[in-house]
């Protein structure tokens, strides 16, 4: 839609709206002569009398007073000087020597482009207006002008053609008027978007073909964060603390939030969470966040098994009537005590006949519980089975259950040793194995 030019704008961004000039002749001309000036014909007729010059163009003619610059839509033509030359005594035509300067003028467009908002949650739409005007004297033809909006999706536009994630527009603009194209756009991924067009055009002498401006638009992160703390080396039956902390980011809109908690039926809540409903494993809170503010909760926990169910929290917020889902899947290992085994030899390659040591170290990794009725067996070839054990293996206690010299037989040629450890131990009243 073509509209007159509106000067009471406001420039969100501005291309370059001054009406090129380029100076093509300065010098003497004499009146009432053809002169030729960048290919094209130009006339001079002088009026002492009052002091101005009529002027031919090859666009519209003017009248120039002395000492001063007129002009048309394509020329602007300055009188410096006008003094006598020469007459014809003949026809009487008295002509003048005029200092003049001939700039040849070339339109420009500006493209104002403006955003209904910089800062845009993921989800939420904008409106982008781009006014492309035409502030000189000259029309300008065949105008093509393309923007990019990568990285938004674009619903809706007036004004122009979409195209993906461009929209366009192609035509031309008389002296005075504008072109105003709309789009909104959804964004889409969080990140920082320099959005910027094209503009080709004709200005009267030569094809122009500048970027414009950028307009940067800001797509903020999700604006609830999650913090969570577990304690260190969680234990079978042992209790510990799951802590989270969740944060509303933004610092002017308030959050409507909902936490839903589903514990695997391994682990056992031993203290009832303040602010949350429990019902058989499973725990609910809904709230209101305040802008900037922040929401903490601790789980006090104990697993009576080793699972490889997470512990699921699901946050379901809306922010400026938008919805977001956040999942939060937390995997917790409580596992039952088991030796640690350090198995190593004294040498990593060994000549026939020779003799070696064997050295094999347990360690119980937990801080609370025993180990009992350990034992170890170390088979390897061409040497006797080996069997060593203690009797109780205290809470991070090392111990060199076997330290044994074996050898290999005179006659072996070429052979890898295989070395098999097996661990038998008791824990929690059963016999428990590891090979």
């Known amino acids: ?11 969100i961004l501005l291309l370059h709206t ?45 009248i120039v007073e002395n000492g001063r610059c007129g002009s048309n839509n394509l020329y602007r033509v300055c009188i410096n000087g006008a003094s006598y030359y020469d007459r014809n005594i003949t026809t009487y035509v008295t002509y003048y020597q005029l200092d003049v300067t001939v700039y040849r003028l070339a339109g420009s467009l500006s493209a104002i482009s403006q955003s209904s908002s910089s800062n845009l949650l ?35 536009v007036n004004g122009c053609s979409p195209d993906g994630d461009k929209i366009s527009w192609s035509g031309s603009l008389q002296s005075g008027y504008n072109k105003v194209c709309t789009a909104w756009i959804v964004a889409q ?85 303040e602010g949350f409903s429990q019902d058989v494993g499973a725990l609910r809170s809904d709230s209101r966040m305040g802008a900037g503010s922040s929401f903490n909760y601790s789980l006090y926990l104990k697993a009576n098994a080793e699972s490889k169910i997470p512990i699921t929290q699901v946050f379901n917020y809306k922010i400026k009537g ?19 085994i350090n198995l190593s030899t004294e ?40 069997v060593q054990s203690v009797n109780k293996l205290l809470p991070n206690e090392s111990y060199t259950i076997i330290s044994s010299t074996l050898a290999l037989p005179k006659d072996i040629v070429a052979y890898t040793l295989n070395l098999n450890l097996s661990i038998e131990y008791a824990f929690n009243g059963l016999t428990k194995s590891l090979n």
Do not use: C, H, W
């Open 189 to 273: 991924q969080e990140g920082i978007y320099n959005l910027a067009g094209t503009l080709n055009y004709f200005n009267g002498f030569e094809t122009e073909n500048k970027p414009t401006d950028t307009l940067t638009i800001k797509v903020l992160p999700d604006q609830l964060t999650i913090q969570q703390l577990v304690d260190d080396n969680v234990e079978f039956e042992q209790p510990f603390y799951f802590k989270v902390s969740l944060q509303n980011v933004n610092p002017t809109e308030s959050i409507d939030l909902s936490v839903d908690i589903n514990l695997p039926g391994n682990f056992m809540l031993l203290k009832k969470v």
């Open 347 to 386: 040498y990593n390659e060994l000549m026939p006949g020779e003799k070696f040591i064997v050295t094999a170290q347990i360690r119980n990794p937990s801080k609370v519980y025993e180990l009992t009725n350990v034992k170890a067996r170390l088979n390897a070839p061409y040497n006797n089975e080996i």
């Open 122 to 156: 993921q989800g939420e739409s904008a409106n982008i207006t781009i006014t492309i005007t035409n502030p000189s004297s000259v029309d300008i033809s065949n105008i093509m002008y393309v923007e990019n909006l990568t990285g938004f999706q674009v619903i809706n």
């Open 1 to 11: 839609m073509l509209k007159p030019l509106i000067y009471a704008l406001t420039l």
């Open 322 to 340: 938008l919805s977001y889902t956040i999942q939060n899947d937390t995997f917790i290992r409580a596992p039952e005590p088991r030796p640690i």
């Open 18 to 62: 001054s009406i090129a000039e380029t100076q093509i002749f300065s010098g003497s001309v004499i009146t009432d002569n053809d002169k030729v000036i960048d290919g094209s014909t130009f006339r001079f007729t002088y009026d002492e009398a009052g002091n101005k010059t009529f002027v031919q163009t090859p666009a519209q003619n003017m």
